[in-house]
C-alpha cells in the first residue's frame, strides 16, 4: 500500500505538538514546515542519482548529483503554502507549481480555479503539498490535472490523512504514494479530519 506513515520521534512530538488547540500561529506556521521537511526527507529517499567528476582540493572527485530535471512542488492553495518552505529548505532549486481547487456548489466536485504549473513536467517528480488530506477531493483533482499536463511521478505529503481521503486517492490513483506524519481516525459529519488540527488553512493564516 504505499501510504507512508512517517513515525519519526521528531515528527511525532511536533505533530502532537501541533494538535494542541492553543498553540500560536507562529509555532504551528513552524511546526508545519518542519514536518514538511521531515516528510520531504522521506519522500526523496529514492531519488535517482547520478555520477560526476569535480575538481577537489585534492584533485578531481568522483560525487554523486540528483539526475533529471528538477522536482517540482506542488502546494494546493490555501493550505499548502504552510508546507511549501519546509519542502524547498531541503531542495532549495524545486520549481513550484501552485494549484487552487475549490468546491463547485452545485456538483460538489472539486474543480481546479488556478493552474501555474512549470514546464517539462513529464520529466519531473511532482510533491503535492497540503496539510490536511481529509475526503481526498482536492488531492485527486490535482493528481488528475498534473497527469493531465504530462506529470508521471506524483507523491502527496500531507501532515495528517484521514482514512477515507487515502481511499479515494488509492482508488483514483493508486500509483501515487502518500506520506503523513499520522494516518487519524475518522471524518466528523463536517468532513474534518477526528483528531486532527482543525481548520489548518485557518491556523497556518492566523484567521480563525
Ligand atoms: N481541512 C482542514 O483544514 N482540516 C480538516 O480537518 C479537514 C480539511
Not at 92 to 110: C, D, H, M, Q, Y
Not at 155 to 164: D, G, N, S, Y
Amino acid at each position: 500500500m504505499p501510504v507512508h506513515e512517517i513515525r519519526h520521534p521528531l515528527i511525532r512530538h511536533k505533530l502532537g505538538l501541533m494538535r494542541k488547540a492553543e498553540l500560536s500561529t507562529k509555532n504551528f506556521r513552524e511546526m508545519s514546515q518542519e514536518i514538511a521537511s521531515l516528510l520531504t526527507y522521506e519522500a526523496s529517499k529514492d531519488l535517482p542519482l547520478e555520477h560526476d567528476t569535480i575538481e577537489g582540493w585534492c584533485g578531481p572527485v568522483d560525487v554523486e548529483k540528483i539526475a533529471g530535471k528538477k522536482v517540482t512542488v506542488v502546494p494546493i492553495l490555501r493550505a499548502g503554502i504552510g508546507m511549501l518552505e519546509g519542502v524547498l529548505n531541503l531542495i532549495p532549486g524545486a520549481k513550484v507549481s501552485a494549484v487552487g481547487i475549490a468546491r463547485n456548489e452545485e456538483t460538489l466536485e472539486a474543480q481546479p480555479y488556478l493552474e501555474r504549473l512549470v514546464g517539462q513536467l513529464e520529466q519531473r517528480l511532482a510533491l503535492i503539498v497540503d496539510p490536511m488530506l481529509a475526503t481526498g477531493g482536492s488531492m485527486v483533482a490535482t493528481i488528475d490535472l498534473l497527469k493531465k499536463a504530462g506529470c508521471r511521478n506524483v507523491r502527496a505529503l500531507v501532515l495528517v490523512a484521514a482514512p477515507e481521503g487515502i481511499a479515494a486517492v488509492e482508488e483514483h490513483h493508486p500509483d501515487v504514494h502518500i506520506y503523513t506524519a499520522s494516518i487519524d481516525s475518522h471524518l466528523d459529519a463536517n468532513g474534518y479530519i477526528v483528531p486532527g488540527l482543525g481548520d489548518a488553512g485557518d491556523r497556518i493564516f492566523g484567521t480563525r
